[in-house]
């Protein structure tokens, strides 16, 4: 029996969402963090090693990279390596192949009290720079009533974000079946295939990191019904991962690495078209597959058609002046405390038993090490370099319909 191809890329997204759900489990993961444990025995001072997906959440790392802000720290950095699903991300790090990684925020909540894996989130590595892009026709939430709608992965702030909206609408997130009108059905899909996917019409929209929203706009085969950063002011998506025995065992080295992350975020908010340049597919280190002009549209404010935005309704709260990507990399204890509290009223699949004994407050201490940050962040100039109040490392979650 022959398959087509969306079938197979169905059963292929299938496939790594079960291999990730299975690695995030704690006998799923011992096998790789053995790996790890014998790795790091035979390379106590192993070099930077980075693991990417080619999405502008990974924009830090990278321009660190090129910049050479890590190798003038007096780094051993080896090239970032691209991974093209989060599975493999996962399972490179986990076996300590790589050992900086950005990863979805709700996916480190897992992977620390889902398998036991001993992680520490360093940083954020960006703020905004998600949307929610449809079909043509869909002007309104409403509109995706007994549709399908991708997400990138049952734990990341994308499906939390989409399943606030919804619900906001009376409709109802289901996993299995066919939806009806008051139901919207939600499908795990890499990003890399939701661009095709919408533009064959086997979905009617999906909620991911940037440029891929930008991508459907300059192909002309959707557009964006909501950004991500209009609904959860100021969100991280994806925040810096790093081994629990580097932060601990390696300190100085760490400090480093975060030295260079930190730099890297401040010199893009002042040289933006050229990031823009550096992650595009004509840069000679071939970091990403995205053409300029997709990126430009994500990293360039001057190039964001606000008015046309507030006029569909991408944009409501026109008062917060946000960007479409911004960065800063402070991981406020507020947001992680407002991550779970959201996961806990959240459809996900795979395990999830261990949500409901998370406390907030404990995860915001337990699994961000916000040391390095700090001392990165004051090297600086202070939190101003950000746009910030000097020494202010809390605030207030906003988030809106």
């Known amino acids: 029996m022959k398959t087509s191809a969306g079938s197979n890329a169905t059963l292929e997204t299938r496939r790594q969402f079960l291999k990730l759900s299975t690695m995030f489990t704690a006998m799923g993961a011992l096998p790789l963090l053995q790996m790890h444990n014998a790795a790091r025995a035979a390379e106590p001072d192993a070099p930077l090693r980075i693991g990417y997906l080619p999405i502008t959440d990974a924009t830090p790392l990278l321009v660190a990279h090129h910049n050479k ?28 192949q790589v050992n900086a990684v950005h990863l979805l925020s709700p996916m480190t909540v897992w992977a620390r009290y889902g398998s036991q894996s001993k992680a520490k989130v360093v940083a954020w590595n960006h703020m905004s720079g998600s949307g929610l892009t449809v079909l043509p026709h869909i002007n309104q939430l409403t509109d995706l009533g007994g549709t399908t709608v991708a997400i990138p992965f049952w734990y990341s702030l994308h499906n939390v974000v989409l399943q606030h909206l919804l619900k906001s609408k009376g409709l109802e997130p289901i996993s299995d079946g066919t939806p009806t009108a008051k139901q919207v059905k939600l499908v795990v899909m890499a990003p890399s295939d939701m661009v095709p996917a919408l533009a064959n019409k086997q979905i009617a929209g999906y909620i991911v990191a940037e440029p891929f929203n930008a991508s459907a706009e300059v192909l002309k085969i959707g557009k964006i019904l909501r950004f991500t950063g209009d609904v959860w002011k100021d969100h991280a998506c994806c925040v810096v991962l790093m081994h629990e025995q580097d932060t601990e065992q390696r300190p100085e080295w760490t ?50 058609d606000t008015g046309l935005y507030e006029s569909s309704g991408a944009i409501v709260n026109s008062q917060w002046k946000e ?79």
């Open 69 to 96: 802000l890590f190798q003038n720290q007096g780094l051993n950095v080896e090239k970032p390596r691209l991974f093209r699903s989060w599975a493999q991300l996962v399972e490179a790090f986990l076996a300590g």
């Open 255 to 304: 400090q480093k690495v975060v030295n260079g992350l930190v730099q890297a975020q401040a010199w893009i908010l002042e040289h933006r078209e050229e990031t823009a340049h550096i992650l595009s597919k004509d840069n000679e280190q071939r970091y990403t597959p995205h053409s300029y002009e997709a990126l430009a549209r994500v990293l360039q404010p001057e190039l964001m």
């Open 323 to 401: 960007k479409r990507i911004d960065f800063q990399p402070y991981p406020f204890p507020s947001y992680t405390e407002e991550l779970i509290r959201k996961l806990k009223t959240t459809l996900v699949l795979g395990k999830n038993d261990f949500l409901g004994k998370l406390d907030p407050a404990f995860v915001a201490n337990d699994l961000v090490d916000d040391r390095y940050v700090k001392k990165a962040i004051q090297s600086i100039g202070g939190m101003s370099k950000f746009g910030l109040p000097d020494n202010t490392f809390t605030r207030t979650e906003t988030i809106t319909l």
